[in-house]
């Protein structure tokens, strides 16, 4: 049980590589928190900050409100699981598992029950007798993983821990992560480029980008309040459409479309400063309102491409050469070539700056 | 272009049956998918195709010839991996280039008509730009692009294409998955493709085999597949999260039919089930047993009772996705899962009554294992 702090942390790796940039966040107590990011974000480095692998260039890190900077990594009372092993090649998983309650001095029957019980958790329980190099980049990372919930830590660091999983395994080990989570009350901290786990598994979802914090909210903020294109673009699947708009007035955008421009309504009133300004206006996938006939203030997009999946159907629209998609119903039927009208309803549409792109409405900073 | 038929085709390797007597004949010009785990034998099925290996038993054809015999460069079909394997001293434009210039058809083409071919295929995959540089100047998943180009530069008889955007990112296999359907539409080729990714499947093709060590499960279009699928097989490869499978026993009580599972529900339904129940249930500890299917999003979860029928079960644990939080329970032998809206905010150990709707219940014989 600990809360963790982050104030103002910079990694600078050398001269001017600037890997993180004045990182600031809390986890609370028994929080599961996601650094979320594309590779290179400054998720990783952050986490090997926490976990006390590298040094802190600037600014301080507390667990329960006291700096630990100085403190080595055993003495942080942290666990962790990396995506690469690590795992000791001479010992058995059993043993592998073991360790870190061996080298702690607890009591042989204890580390018996914890290491059976965890193993079969995360369906290891077939392979306790055999060496890391028997098993598969999948199981070996589960191995890891096993030895860093073994230990009740009151701090588990997670980075990329489900990688090297195949797509089943991994939905079933991401649910076990979180009722594991959930039985021993520790505050962790999951590193992922995988939007949807971040999602699926995080109480607070922190997205970063080229080392800087982008947003900092629960998976509804981030899905239905981003704080810049970036977030928007990069939470949902498929991705939010981006359009070319113009302010007209505090609740109207026009959007281009093919010929004249249409008027969108938005719910919220956009900033003065920006009337008349270009802006990006943003709707998901999943908020297009499709029709087949013309219909006011419809923009008018070409189907390229129409894919059943079974509860939906996802359509690839073009739009003067912007592709678009738009996930309708299984009985909205429509061909290749054919010509679709999109609307959305007004609170389901983003507005961005066009040059910084910071949310101009709907977004929780 | 031509069409693509297996005749009760077997392929064993020693004593191991790698294919056991698989049928099924793609007609010109269709977009024909193997849907199956790994080690189902859906490379196997293309290998065999490509001539790369021999079958044990059975006939194949591409158009009206039977090229059992034949070998790999006199079947002329053109086969993509899911490994790039490009050229790394080569340029993107070579590498693509690679196959129009093979021996055998050195004079084929002019340098302007393979320049055309090159540009015609890397436009249509957006790759065009790149024709210069060299291959470990390049992202993954334009990799994946290039070695996608490679394989479809050339006019075959048929493309063979064995999960050629699995290590793509997620957001990128959205984008490569509807690329690919368009490039077919364009080329209008016999594609036969191999993926584990049950969207894939859906999303692209005009029909889908689903393969199960080494046995078609069932042949269909995409509708089919995931409305009406064959066996518990098909249905829990269609759909994320999978169907829930739950064997329970048919009781009769009172002129009417219950569905029970000891300990956990029991409700009515129709007599008229009956009959096509009794025909896949068997027997076990002396009772009439069935396999029931049921998706996640048909099962109800509430807060209160809902009906007589609503059983109560504690939250093992739950998951968020972007439009709905997936509820797990654990039953004996396996977990069953239900969808309920992001508010609805349970934790591990809440009881919650669970109630399953008797009208998209789907009835199987056994045959996948049940586990947790």
């Known amino acids: ?365 | 272009m031509a069409g693509v038929k297996l005749e009760n085709v077997t392929m064993k390797y020693g004593n191991m049956v790698a294919l056991n007597n698989v049928s099924f004949d793609c007609p010109e010009g269709e977009f024909f998918t193997l849907l199956g785990p790994s080690g189902a034998g859906k490379t196997t099925t293309l290998e065999l195709i490509a001539g790369i290996k021999q079958p044990t038993e059975g006939q194949i054809y591409i158009g009206d010839q039977m090229v059992n015999h034949f070998t790999p460069e006199d079947r002329d079909v053109a086969m993509a991996f899911e490994n790039y394997a490009l050229y790394p001293q080569f340029t993107v434009y070579d590498n693509i280039a690679f196959p129009l210039r093979a021996p055998r058809r050195k004079k084929e083409l002019t340098p302007i008509q393979e320049k055309e071919r090159v540009l015609e295929i890397t436009t249509l995959l957006g790759i065009e730009t790149f024709l210069d540089r060299k291959p470990d100047q390049l992202s993954g998943g334009q990799k994946q692009r290039v070695s996608l180009a490679r394989a479809m530069v050339r006019r075959p008889q048929a493309y063979l294409l064995d999960e050629p955007i699995a290590h793509l990112d997620a957001k990128l296999k959205i984008s490569a998955r509807s690329t690919l359907k368009q490039l077919a539409h364009q080329l209008g080729t016999t594609i036969l493709y191999v993926t584990h990714n049950y969207r894939e499947a859906l999303g692209l093709s005009d029909r889908i085999m689903a393969i199960s060590k080494g046995n078609v499960e069932q042949i269909g279009t995409p509708e089919q597949m995931y409305e009406t699928p064959a066996t518990d097989f098909v249905a829990r490869l269609m759909g994320d999260p999978p169907i829930n499978l739950v064997d329970v026993e048919i009781v009769s009580e009172n002129d009417r039919i219950f569905l029970q599972a000891e300990g956990i529900f029991r409700f009515p339904v129709d007599k008229g089930l009956l009959s096509r129940m009794e025909e896949i249930s068997w027997e076990e500890e002396g009772k009439r047993m069935v396999r029931i299917g049921v998706r996640p999003k048909n099962v109800r979860i509430s807060m209160e009772r809902s009906s007589d029928n609503a059983f109560e079960l504690p939250v093992y644990v739950t998951v968020r996705e972007a439009k709905s939080t997936v509820v797990t329970f654990e039953l004996t032998h396996n977990f069953f899962l239900g969808l309920v809206d992001n508010d609805l905010r349970l934790k591990v150990g809440d009881k919650v009554w669970v109630e399953i709707d008797q009208n998209n219940l789907y009835f199987f014989k056994k045959s996948v294992e049940l586990t947790k």
């Not at chain 1, 997670?158 to 089943?168: A, I």
């Not at chain 1, 704080?227 to 991705?239: H, K, L, S, Y």
């Not at chain 1, 113009?246 to 309504?265: D, F, I, L, M, R």
Request: aromatic fraction near 6%; proline fraction near 5%.
């Open chain 1, 1 to 365: 049980m600990s809360t963790v702090e982050v104030k103002h942390v910079w990694k600078i790796y050398g001269e001017d590589v600037v890997a993180v940039k004045d990182v600031n966040f809390l986890c609370e107590n028994e929080e599961f928190v996601a650094l979320l990011g594309p590779s290179g974000c400054g998720k990783s480095s952050t986490l090997r900050m926490l976990a006390g692998l590298e040094e802190v260039t600037k600014g301080e890190m507390l667990f329960d409100g006291k700096v630990v900077n100085d403190l080595s990594p055993r003495d942080r009372n942290i666990a962790l699981a990396f995506e690469s092993y690590a795992l000791y090649p001479p010992l058995t998983v059993y043993d592998n598992i073991g360790f870190p309650l061996l080298a702690k001095g607890v009591d042989k029957r204890v580390i018996d029950q914890k290491v059976r019980g965890i193993a079969e958790d995360l369906e290891l329980t077939e392979v306790l007798k055999r060496k890391p190099g028997k098993l598969s980049g999948g199981q070996q990372q589960r191995v890891s993983l096993a030895r860093a919930l073994v230990r009740d830590p009151s701090v588990l660091l997670l980075d990329e821990p489900l990688s090297h999983m195949d797509q089943r395994v991994r939905v079933v080990i991401r649910a076990r992560i979180r009722r594991i989570h959930d039985e021993l009350h520790t505050t962790t901290i999951y590193v992922t480029h995988d939007q949807e786990e971040a999602v699926a598994l995080a109480d607070k979802i922190i997205v970063m980008s080229m080392g800087l914090i982008q947003q900092v909210g629960t998976a509804d903020d981030l899905l239905n309040l981003p704080a810049n294109q970036f977030v928007a673009g990069f939470i949902g699947e498929p991705a939010m459409n981006f359009l070319e708009g113009k302010v007209e007035g505090p609740n109207q955008v026009s959007v281009h479309s093919g010929g004249t421009p249409v008027s969108w309504a938005v719910k919220e009133s956009i900033p003065k400063s920006h009337e008349n300004s270009p802006v990006v206006v943003g709707v998901r996938p999943e908020n297009i309102k499709a029709s087949k006939e013309p219909v006011a203030s419809g923009v008018k997009t070409r189907v390229d491409v129409v894919e059943y999946l079974g509860e939906e159907r996802s359509l690839t629209l073009s739009l003067n050469g912007t592709i678009l998609k738009a996930m309708v119903p299984i009985d909205f039927l429509v061909k290749e070539s054919e010509s679709i009208w999109l609307t959305a309803a007004p609170e389901d549409v983003h507005i961005f700056d066009e040059k910084s792109g910071k949310a101009l409405i709907k977004f929780k900073s």
